[in-house]
């Protein structure tokens, strides 16, 4: 039995008829290269072989009576596969739109909690004799690294695969009593002072620097201290764009991808980074967007970029253990060449301020919100629409790399991998990078009513680096 962190339960209480909280994936197959059919049996045999690999697909969600403590996973049976793993056909053609569209239906349907937090969707039918695999895993079971590990556990560096350790008997847990999680809950509650002044302890070691990165985010006192040179750094609040809302229920998905080798053909002769271009690619094509919808502030958006903190040691490790950074995106300066030096000299900023606060900080304070105040909590701000009007960032980008290799999943090449991730209330959208083989590969996410020409976005990352070709 393992206890859910602070910041993995906050995924769990965040969670509404509208808000989901689970990621994925969409992995584009082409089964040519595997030696037998890619078939639903054959799918669910695969991940069958190596469901051992993968303790959470076992894991089962226990609650504490009242909310009185986080949650506990416990280690339950073998997973039901014929309800865990499905599939779904498309009709004629089969094109990229079709899949999008289907994806984004699967994207917006809720977990179930009283099973094992995961699906998994074989789609067929799509053209050109292609298949793929769209996953999803609630959040507050897994962060982008152990994502990874997900990944390493199911794909193979060859079509013929690997030779696997074979499972070991499984350890099934029983479900604690409801008196037993009461009086886990009553201790946890007692040792809340000695966790808050731990907290405060820390804080206050950290103060003066944390005290710097607000001041900077005041311009008047940024200019001042830095004796009237400032670097792009993000203020209080950001600006209101149309996806920064209350969201529906509804998704859209969109994917694209771009060469590896033009994006560090740019960031060479810039002198940056490959993320550096993805920030700046992202802010070109959301100023076209949002001239599109005649929304464009006169301030610059603000983006949230996640940091792992995992130690060394610690990949392999379940639940989240991340912290965000927040950068300045340059969706108002009018040339690609303006935005790349803006981004850059921005994310510059957002690291060094990152690197001034202690970063457990997210998580050591998720741990003072349990479920009987965050649940109802996460409520009151939704009902009163405080996630869109106190707003400090407008969307999440995150890039994540990945293998260089070609990659194959139950036999079939791994043409491309799109991840796909959460919305919430106020922050309608979000775009996930990550690179595979020669490609980034982008997936985006938003609600279908904020953001409904989500794919036109999308195409406009291709036009935005073809221009930094031009011009640099």
């Excluded at 290269?33 to 049996?41: D, G, K, M, Q, V």
């Excluded at 809302?245 to 002769?269: E, G, H, M, N, Y």
């Excluded at 996410?445 to 031009?470: F, H, K, S």
Aim: overall charge negative; hydrophobic content about 45%; some cysteine.
């Amino acid at each position: 039995m393992r206890q859910l962190s602070g910041l993995d339960a906050e995924f769990l209480s965040m969670e509404s008829e509208r808000v989901y909280a689970h990621v994925g994936s969409l992995c584009v197959l082409d089964p040519s290269t595997a030696p037998r059919p890619l078939t639903l049996a054959q799918l669910t045999g695969h991940i069958a072989s190596r469901a051992h690999l993968l303790p959470l697909l076992r894991h089962t969600l226990v609650t504490v009576p009242f909310g009185l403590d986080q949650p506990y996973w416990i280690d339950g049976p073998e997973p039901d596969l014929s309800y865990h793993v499905r599939e779904v056909a498309l009709p004629a053609p089969g094109d990229d739109h079709q899949l999008s569209v289907e994806v984004a239906r699967l994207h917006a349907r809720a977990l179930d909690r009283s099973r094992p937090l995961w699906e998994i969707y074989l789609i067929t039918g799509l053209q050109g004799g292609r298949a793929a695999v769209y996953s999803k895993i609630h959040h507050a079971a897994m962060d982008g690294v152990s994502g990874d590990d997900v990944l390493a556990a199911l794909l193979d560096l060859s079509p013929e695969g690997r030779t696997v350790p074979p499972s070991p008997a499984p350890v099934q847990e029983q479900p604690p009593g409801a008196l037993h999680l009461l009086a886990l809950g009553v201790v946890s509650i007692l040792r809340q002072p000695g966790h808050a002044v731990r907290f405060a302890a820390g804080l206050l070691r950290s103060g003066p620097s944390v005290a710097v990165v607000a001041a900077d985010r005041v311009p008047a006192l940024d200019r001042w201290r830095h004796h009237g040179v400032t670097a792009p750094r993000p203020g209080l609040h950001a600006p209101h764009t149309p996806f920064n809302a209350t969201i529906s229920a509804q998704r859209r998905f969109a994917f694209t991808d771009l060469p590896l080798t033009q994006v560090k053909q740019v960031k060479d002769r810039a002198g940056l980074t490959v993320n550096d271009v993805v920030m700046a690619l992202c802010a070109g094509a959301l100023r076209r967007w949002l001239e599109a919808h005649d929304a464009l502030p006169d301030q610059p958006l603000v983006a949230a970029v996640p940091v792992s903190i995992r130690a060394g040691g610690a990949n392999g490790s379940a639940g989240n253990q991340v912290s965000a950074l927040f950068a300045v995106l340059p969706t108002d300066l009018p040339t690609p060449a303006e935005r790349l030096k803006s981004a850059a000299a921005a994310m510059d900023a957002a690291k060094a301020d990152h690197g001034a606060i202690p970063p457990n900080l997210i998580g050591d304070a998720a741990g003072f919100a349990l479920p009987v105040l965050a649940d109802p909590g996460w409520k009151v701000l939704a009902e009163l629409r405080l996630l869109e009007r106190l707003n400090i960032y407008n969307l999440f980008i995150s890039n994540v790399p990945g293998p260089r290799v070609p990659l194959y999943y139950a036999g079939a090449l791994l043409v491309a991998y799109y991840p796909l991730s959460a919305i919430a209330d106020g922050q309608g959208l979000n775009i996930t990078v990550m690179s595979y083989r020669d490609r980034l590969c982008f997936g985006l996410v938003a609600c279908r009513t904020l953001v409904p020409d989500l794919e036109q976005l999308a195409g406009w990352l291709g036009d935005e680096l073809d221009l930094m070709l031009e011009q640099s």
